[in-house]
Structure formats: structure tokens, C-alpha cells
């Protein structure tokens, strides 16, 4: 059963449609990323999640109960959802000591001292914050005052933890150790997560599932890989990945009725879900996907082109390529033998190569080589 | 069968139902519908009742009767009722806003953008004149350029070089431009000198190396960058001076020399209660209009002011050889004019006779004597003065409840304007604590003495008391307390309060425990700007008060009225004392930034 149940979620901001009819299912014990760019409603819908924004149309159910229902304009209060909220900016009470920050909500609920004492100190525990609890968040590194404002937000047990781009405000190498802390809370703690960021990179290593939410229309729900592999759409294939996906304009036909392409970087079958709305098609091409070789090199199906810049980066290099018209960024690891001025022969596997409808964007399917079993079959012979 | 439509309107009622509920359930409606009441009742109620007073309506309200507006404005008295007042009102306020212009933009840039040696200082004495009462100048004005044509003692000049001034300068147009300037420059010292330093000096370096000549760069680059300061600056100051009361009255009264606020003062003395809500309507639409078209004018550009504010770096111009010259006088200039006019009023109010300095001349009477009925009808010293220690009680008593008050009111109000941003009743309250900011002074205590003069709804008669001067004092202070609540507010951010909501805490102990704590410090400034405002405060107060109610201004301006100038200033020089002491404890324990002052 599925813990949070949105359904056609809509909320306007000042004539602005900003969640256009969300619906969307979290299973229990989820780690669930809202990811998309900003102002594209990802912290509008955990907001109204939460309970602090009220949308105009759609319900929401957590935990089998009905907690709203907007045409009967019923709203439940946030603290009856059993769920909590890590700001963005931490939103730590600056007059209050760390133990004070966490203890509010325990004294307000009248727990008796020991109680709250006890409770306090397990979760700052938790994230190794118990030396600090006599402390003022002003006293606190950024990242410290991050861990005070989850131990916060799990004090009270809540079934559903809520987090508003925690890392975000964090330099980059403090980033990369909270993702591991996370990663290890959520597994301690068992509790649902939700996530909101517009890093990929986070997105990717610490999610179960993302939700990819494009002005204010939820694009496509899927498990980290899935959504790295086989992007929904055009837009959300161009938001995945750095460098940027490469994209190749080309022609798809027909012969005798089986479809198959026509591009810069070769022709093939496909192995087609959905048929385009007109003959022009987008192909994708992993920039990691493409291998470079010498000039000379034997190499099947391989394309020549010039190289125009060798853009190293420490553990990888980028390699910006040409021929005509066509522009490809390949991404190596490690040094590479090229220089500006070089040629190279390119080639990639086709069942990397996704298919979209140049029209309307959707995915259609991958490329396929209806010879490669036939070649396969050929190397083994000669070797 | 037919159950399903008949389940639509249960439906409905249930909407309206929890409708209902969510909005009584937040407190911040709540808040805002009691903010509303309250501005409403104090601010749109007496408005209405100074246009509905202005007309006539026929019995059965078929037809109204423009007769008193016309009286004013097209009959055989309008020339002296309105028109003259008027147009002196008009070039006062003019001359006092170029004036002011110059003088406190150019030291704005002398302290933002040149390597002037005493920033600090002049920036002291800048504020200076905004924190004292505005007739303290008119005073010292008066004591030096008073002739004995008009009537009454010779001022020093007469005495000292037997010269007698001419009336021009004695009284009139000339001294209430000079004296208002003095005061009212800080509006655009301190507006200019924000804009001056906010404004990145890369930008004029910029235009610098593309080679536009220094008078070029000034025209094309740094005036249209500063233009918004310098229009509100322009708006604040001639809408203080249109609305002033104090100073045109000490210096323009004796020649007759009337504008619309002390003609408003005196209609009301005659009890011509039409004509003064006349005048007010017109002072308030003067300003209205003002100020509406400063918004049309700077628009879009409002977002000027702050471009380029954050790590900005500014190159200081060298004076060169001027630097000295410049350092030297200026500093003199601004402290002759910040200290002599009370150095004036203190030496005069230890003399018998004006401008007699023989040491016999000299005595302590006016501050600490007996009754002497010789000596202006027998009034005792000011120490000694029972009728002083009440107004200085009631002095003390409205300045700290009032600002108490309005500094927890405008709290509040800055809490609902920041919690329901943009929404309509967040912007009706913000609108309507504005609007006392509109009303002058004089005009605004016109509307409450004839409103509380009588029980009204469940509100018992107020005139004659205290409370009545409080309350008029807290609405009118309103648009500075409420602008100080809300940056307040905004500056402590809804997520703190949100974070205490998601984790189910009930509002009034967020409010004690998260919202007040973090307010406390724009509270005790509000606070302490407030109380200096309502210290110095005459024109609000002047028609409300009776005897028994009387403050320490409205003292200073009977005295003044029947002649006993001495005992104006000795009170006056406990006003000071009293102010600066709430300075320098404002600036000591609160930290207080006085150039958020404005606007009060």
C-alpha cells in the first residue's frame, strides 16, 4: 500500500498554474527525489505535502486517510500528517540552544523532562551532534546546523520525513559527505523520505524512486537507472547528464514497412514502441557511450570526425567533435590521445541510442542492428 | 433515485463549512480582521467624517450641498481663506525641497563618496535636527532677527547693532523656508546617502574608461541612478513642510503671514469646523497626489536603488586641494547650525530682557524662582512649576505607553502584511496604516476632536483625556512602526514560524516562544524612534489638549503665544535633554540605526 497517495493535484500562485494535475503514488520506505529545475513546483508539492500550502483541487491521502480533500475544501492541519520538514535554510531557532531546537515540539506536547531529555539525545545521537547541544545555531558550521535540523525533524518519530534541498547551501565536498549520512538515516531510521533538489548527481545516488517534475507538470516517476537510461522525453534527457546529452537530428523511413534511420552517424533499424508523428526524429547519444580510436583503427560502423577541443578534467576528459554539420561530446576516462586538429573514429553501441519524436518530444524506442547477431556470430568464427 | 443531486448542495454546505473553519482556525485572520476593525475604525471612519462634514445633504440625503466648498474655494473671503495660505503653503514647501535638495545632497555625497574627513560627525549632526521639535530653530531665529515692529522685545541683532531687521527677514516666507530647511534636509541626507553608497562606483568607473567626461558621467550615469531617492526625498520633504504647523505659526503668525495649516489652526480656534476640514482635504490631496505620481515616475526603477548593493566597492574622490577647506567648513557650518539655535535658547532663558547682556540681566527666575508677579504674571521657574511637572508626566506618560503600543501594533501588522503576502487584506492593511502618513498633523486631530468629543458606538466621550492623545499619537505614528514591524518580520522569515507548524505547535506559543524573542531588538528600536517622534510632537496634539491633559510642547506653545519666551525654552531644553537621552540609550543598548528612522 502506498503511503502517500496524490491525486490530480492542482495549486495556482497568483494567476500562475503551478502544479498542473499531479498524481503520484510513494510506497512505504521509499526514498523518493523530486528533482527538475527551479521553479518547476517540486517545492510547491512537497510544500502542500507537508500541509503549509493549500491546493486548489485534488486530494491527498497519507497513510490510507483522506487528509485532502479540496472540492470539500478540507485541509488537515500539517502536525495530524505524522510527517516533518527540513528547511532549506535550516530555519533553526537562533535563540535557542541545539537541545532547545529539538526539544520544542517534545515540551510543548507536555512530555515529562526526562522523556524529552532521553528523546533529544538519541536523535542528536543519531547524527553525532551530542556534543553540541549547548550550543546556538550561530556556533554551528553550516553543516552542523544541517544535522541539528534533521535531528529536529525525527525527534518526534515521524512516519514521513520531509527534505526541502538540505544539501544545497553546503560546499561541495561537506555535500558529498551528508549524501552518505542520508543515505545511512534512511536506512536506520526506516521512515519514508521525501526529497527535493535540483542536483542529479544527488538525485541519482540517494533516490528508490524520482519523480521528474517539469513547469509544474510531473514528467516521469522511475528508479534512478531507469530515468538515467531511458529519459521520458527530449526535455528531461537534456536535464539528465553532464556534459549535456548529445542530440542528432534524423529522418526516419520506412522500408517495407519496417522503420529505420537515417543520420549523420550512420543508418539502422529500430526497435520502435510508438511510431513518430512525422517522418523527423531526435536520436540521443550518451557522451560516456562513445568510444574514440585512432584514425586508422579497424573498427565497426565507425564515423570519422575532427576533433576541435580536448578539455581534460582530472579523472576524465571531454572531447568536443565535429564533422559538418554534426557536434558530439565524448566523455573518456582518463588522458587521451588527441589534440585539437586530430581525426577520430567514433562508434557506439546502437541499443544506447534512444528515439524520439522530434515533434512532441516522447520517447519512442531504441535503435537496433538487425545484422548484429549475424556479426557477432562472424567474429567468433575467425577468431 | 434521485439522491445523487441532492448530494451537490450537502457537498456545498460542507465547502462553506470547513471553509469557515480553516479560516478561523489560523490565527493570522483572525489578526487581520481585528487589524482591520482597528484601521478601519481609526483611520477610514474619521476620514469619511471629514468628507461627509465638508457637504450639506438635503433633508432625506437626495441632494448634496457643495456651499461650504464653495465658500472656501470661490467666494468673496476664499482670496485670504484659501488662496493666499495656499500658495504660501506652495512655495514654502517648493523652496524648503530644493533647498533641502541641495544643501543635504550634497553632504550625503560629501560623506558617501569623497574622503571627507569627519563622516561620522557630520552624520551625527545630519540627524541631529530630524530628533529635536522643528521650532526649535524658529526660536533661535526669532531671538537673533525679531524686530520690535511687530511688538514685543528686540531680538539680538536690534540689540547689539541697534539695526532693526527688516520684517522680510524677521518673519515670513524667508525664515520659514531657512528654518523648515534646517530641519527637513536630513530626509534627503539620509536617502541620498543610501543611495550614494549602494550604488556600485564601478559603474561610474566604467563610464569612466570609455572616456564620457566627469559632467557626462554625472548627468548620464550617476543622476538617473540616484533620481528615486531623490524623489522620494522631494515628496517627504514638501509634504512635511505643506503639513508643518509649528514653524510657520511662531514665524509667520506675527505678520499675518498665514498657510493652509495654520489658517486650518486658526478656523478651527473660530470654530469654523467646515472650513478646517476643507483645508484638511485639500493638504491631504496635495499630498496624495504627490506621492502618486512619484510611484508612476519611479515605477519600474525602484529596482535601481539596490542594483549593485551587495559587495559593491567604492572608490572615494579625492577633495585635493579643497580638502581642507572643505573638511573644515563644513564641519563648522554644521555644527554652528546644529548648537547655536540651543545655545541661544539656553543663554536666553537665564535673561530677564532680550539682548540686555549686562550681568544684571542675568538670573535663574525662569528656572527656579518664586512667584513673582513682576515677572510674566507671577509664573514660577520651570523646576519649581506644578503645572510643568503634570505636562511633563503626561509628556512622559504618552510618549511611553503610545510608542509601546504602536511598536506592538505595527508588530502585528507587520506579521499579517509578511504571513498573507500580496494577499487583499494584507494589502489593505498595508495601504491603510499608510494613510495617516497623508493626513497633516493638525487636520487628523481636527477629525478626532469632533469624533471622540461625544460617546461613539461603544467607545465613551475621550476628549479631555489622555487616552485620546494617546490614541491619536499611536494611529499617527502607525506607518513607521508598521514599515519597522514588517522588515521585522521579514527579516525573521515565515520558515521559522513554519517549522514550529509542521511540528503541531499552537500559534500563541510560537508566537511567545519563536516570533517575539527573535522580534525583540526592531521592537526596543521602534520603540525608542517612536518615543522620540511622539516627544517631540505639537501639531498632532495641539487642538486635543485641555489643561489638565496638556503636554510639555503644547506648554512651550502657550508660552510662546502669550510671550514668556524664556519659560518656552527652558522646556523646551528639558525636551532635548530628554530626547537625546533616549538617543544615546537607543544607540548604546538597542544599537539603533537612525537612518531607518524616516518616515516618522
Redesign the interface.
Known amino acids: 500500500m502506498s503511503i502517500i497517495s496524490l491525486s490530480h493535484i492542482n495549486k495556482h500562485f497568483?494567476g500562475n498554474h503551478v502544479l498542473k494535475d499531479i498524481c503520484l503514488d510513494i510506497e512505504e520506505g521509499d526514498f523518493m527525489t523530486f528533482l527538475g529545475p527551479s521553479g518547476c513546483g517540486k517545492t510547491t508539492t512537497l510544500r502542500v505535502i507537508?500541509?503549509?500550502e493549500?491546493p486548489e483541487g485534488g486530494t491527498i491521502a497519507i497513510n490510507g486517510k483522506e487528509m485532502v480533500d479540496a472540492?470539500?475544501?478540507?485541509?488537515t492541519?500539517?502536525?495530524?500528517r505524522e510527517?516533518?520538514?527540513v528547511?532549506q535554510?535550516y530555519?533553526?531557532?537562533?535563540?535557542m540552544t541545539v537541545f532547545e531546537n529539538v526539544a520544542?515540539?517534545l515540551t510543548?506536547?507536555k512530555l515529562g523532562k526526562k522523556e524529552v531529555r532521553l528523546k533529544v539525545e538519541a536523535a542528536l545521537e543519531k547524527l553525532h551532534m551530542h556534543a553540541f547541544m549547548d550550543r546556538y545555531p550561530a556556533e554551528l558550521s553550516g553543516g552542523q546546523q544541517q544535522r541539528v535540523a534533521i535531528a529536529?525533524a525525527i525527534v518526534?518519530e515521524p512516519k514521513i520525513l520531509l527534505l526541502d534541498e538540505p544539501l544545497s547551501n553546503l560546499d561541495a565536498k561537506l555535500r558529498i559527505e551528508m549524501r552518505a549520512e542520508l543515505k545511512r538515516l534512511h536506512r536506520e531510521l526506516n521512515t519514508t523520505i521525501i526529497y527535493v533538489t535540483h542536483d542529479q548527481v544527488e538525485a541519482l545516488t540517494l533516490s528508490t524512486k524520482i519523480a521528474v517534475f517539469f513547469e509544474g507538470e510531473l514528467r516521469q516517476v522511475d528508479t534512478p537507472k531507469n530515468l538515467y537510461r531511458f529519459p521520458n522525453d527530449l526535455a528531461i534527457a537534456r536535464f539528465i547528464g553532464t556534459p549535456t546529452i548529445n542530440f542528432v537530428e534524423a529522418l526516419c523511413t520506412s522500408i517495407s514497412g519496417q522503420p529505420c534511420i537515417e543520420s549523420e552517424i550512420g543508418s539502422f533499424d529500430l526497435d520502435l514502441k510508438k511510431l513518430p508523428a512525422t517522418e523527423r526524429v531526435t536520436l540521443t547519444l550518451k557522451p560516456e557511450d562513445i568510444q574514440l580510436y585512432e584514425k586508422n583503427a579497424s573498427v565497426e560502423r565507425g564515423i570519422l570526425l575532427e576533433v576541435e577541443e580536448v578539455m581534460p578534467a582530472g579523472s576524465e576528459t571531454l572531447i568536443q567533435l565535429r564533422k559538418g554539420s554534426l557536434e558530439l561530446i565524448a566523455k573518456m576516462i582518463g588522458d587521451v590521445p588527441f589534440e585539437t586538429g586530430d581525426s577520430a573514429l567514433a562508434s557506439f553501441p546502437l541499443n544506447k541510442v534512444n528515439v524520439y519524436d522530434a515533434v512532441t518530444g516522447i520517447l519512442l524506442g531504441q535503435a537496433a542492428d538487425s545484422s548484429s547477431a549475424i556479426y557477432e556470430v562472424k567474429q567468433s568464427m575467425f577468431s | 433515485m434521485k439522491k445523487m443531486p441532492a448530494a451537490a448542495p450537502g457537498?456545498h454546505g460542507?465547502?462553506?463549512v470547513?471553509?469557515a473553519a480553516?479560516f478561523f482556525?489560523k490565527p493570522v485572520n483572525l489578526i487581520s480582521v481585528l487589524a482591520l476593525l482597528f484601521l478601519g475604525y481609526t483611520i477610514v471612519v474619521p476620514l469619511w467624517e471629514i468628507v461627509s462634514h465638508s457637504v450639506r445633504f438635503n433633508e432625506g440625503g437626495s441632494l448634496i450641498h457643495f456651499d461650504l466648498w464653495n465658500r472656501v474655494l470661490g467666494s468673496k473671503v476664499s482670496e485670504s481663506l484659501f488662496y493666499k495660505p495656499m500658495l504660501n503653503s506652495l512655495s514654502i514647501a517648493i523652496g524648503t525641497a530644493v533647498l533641502s535638495l541641495l544643501f543635504g545632497g550634497g553632504l550625503a555625497w560629501l560623506v558617501a563618496r569623497t574622503d571627507f574627513a569627519y563622516k561620522k560627525t557630520v552624520m551625527f549632526l545630519a540627524v541631529l535636527p530630524y530628533m529635536l521639535p522643528s521650532w526649535i530653530t524658529s526660536f533661535a531665529w526669532l531671538a537673533v532677527f525679531k524686530n520690535d515692529r511687530v511688538g514685543g522685545s528686540k531680538g539680538l541683532i536690534q540689540a547689539v547693532l541697534h539695526v532693526s531687521p527688516p520684517d522680510w527677514l524677521a518673519y515670513g516666507y524667508i525664515p520659514i523656508v531657512i528654518t523648515l530647511t534646517l530641519n527637513y534636509f536630513t530626509f534627503f541626507f539620509l536617502l541620498m546617502s543610501v543611495a550614494f553608497s549602494s550604488m556600485n562606483s564601478s559603474l561610474e568607473e566604467m563610464a569612466h574608461m570609455t572616456g564620457a567626461p566627469k559632467r557626462t558621467i554625472m548627468r548620464k550615469i550617476t543622476l538617473p541612478l540616484i533620481m528615486p531617492a531623490i524623489l522620494s526625498g522631494f515628496i517627504l520633504t514638501f509634504s512635511k513642510s505643506m503639513g508643518s504647523f509649528g514653524v510657520p505659526a511662531f514665524l509667520g503668525l506675527p505678520i499675518k503671514y498665514y498657510t493652509v495649516s495654520t489658517m486650518l489652526h486658526s478656523s478651527m480656534q473660530n470654530r469654523m469646523i467646515a472650513d478646517a476640514y476643507i483645508l484638511s482635504i485639500i493638504l491631504l490631496m496635495v499630498c496624495a497626489c504627490l506621492i502618486f505620481f512619484n510611484q508612476k515616475a519611479i515605477g519600474k526603477r525602484k529596482s535601481f536603488a539596490t542594483i549593485g548593493g551587495k559587495g559593491s566597492r567604492t572608490t572615494y574622490q579625492a577633495l585635493g586641494k579643497w580638502k581642507r577647506l572643505v573638511n573644515v567648513s563644513v564641519l563648522g557650518g554644521m555644527s554652528l547650525a546644529a548648537f547655536v539655535p540651543l545655545l541661544i535658547l539656553f543663554v536666553q532663558s537665564f535673561m530677564t530682557m532680550h539682548g540686555d547682556f549686562s550681568l544684571s540681566n542675568f538670573t535663574l527666575h525662569y528656572w527656579l524662582g518664586n512667584s513673582d508677579p513682576s515677572i510674566a504674571s507671577g509664573e514660577v521657574g520651570v523646576l519649581k512649576n506644578d503645572g510643568i511637572l503634570t505636562a511633563l508626566k503626561n509628556s512622559l506618560k504618552i510618549g511611553i505607553i503610545a510608542s509601546i503600543v504602536a511598536a506592538f501594533i505595527g508588530l502585528l501588522l507587520g506579521y499579517v502584511i509578511t504571513q498573507k503576502r500580496?494577499s487583499v487584506p494584507a494589502r489593505l492593511v498595508e495601504q491603510l496604516s499608510f494613510l495617516p502618513y497623508l493626513i497633516p498633523g493638525i487636520a487628523f486631530s481636527a477629525i478626532y476632536l469632533s469624533m471622540f468629543a461625544k460617546p461613539f458606538l461603544f467607545i465613551p466621550t475621550l476628549y479631555g483625556t489622555v487616552s485620546l492623545i494617546i490614541l491619536i499619537s499611536i494611529v499617527n505614528e502607525l506607518p513607521f512602526a508598521t514599515r519597522a514591524g514588517s522588515s521585522t518580520m521579514y527579516q525573521i522569515?515565515g520558515?521559522?514560524e513554519?517549522?514550529?507548524?509542521?511540528?503541531?505547535?499552537?500559534w500563541w506559543?510560537r508566537f511567545f516562544?519563536?516570533i517575539l524573542?527573535?522580534s525583540k531588538k526592531g521592537l526596543f528600536s521602534s520603540f525608542l524612534l517612536l518615543f522620540i517622534s511622539v516627544m517631540k510632537e505639537l501639531d498632532l496634539i495641539i487642538l486635543l489638549v485641555t489643561p489638565q491633559t496638556g503636554t510639555l510642547t503644547t506648554l512651550i506653545f502657550n508660552y510662546a503665544e502669550q510671550g514668556y519666551q524664556q519659560y518656552a525654552n527652558a522646556i523646551m531644553l528639558i525636551i532635548v535633554a530628554i530626547i537625546l537621552a533616549a538617543y544615546f540609550i537607543a544607540g548604546k543598548v538597542g544599537k539603533v540605526d537612525f537612518s531607518k528612522g524616516i518616515g516618522g
Open positions: 497568483e507537508a500541509g503549509l493549500n472540492a470539500s475544501h478540507f485541509y492541519d500539517p502536525s495530524k510527517l516533518n520538514l528547511f535554510n530555519a533553526l531557532w537562533p535563540h520544542f515540539a510543548v506536547k529536529r518526534t | 457537498k460542507i465547502r462553506l470547513n471553509k480553516e482556525k500580496s522569515g520558515e521559522l513554519e517549522a514550529a507548524v509542521v511540528q503541531g505547535i499552537p506559543r516562544s519563536i524573542p527573535l
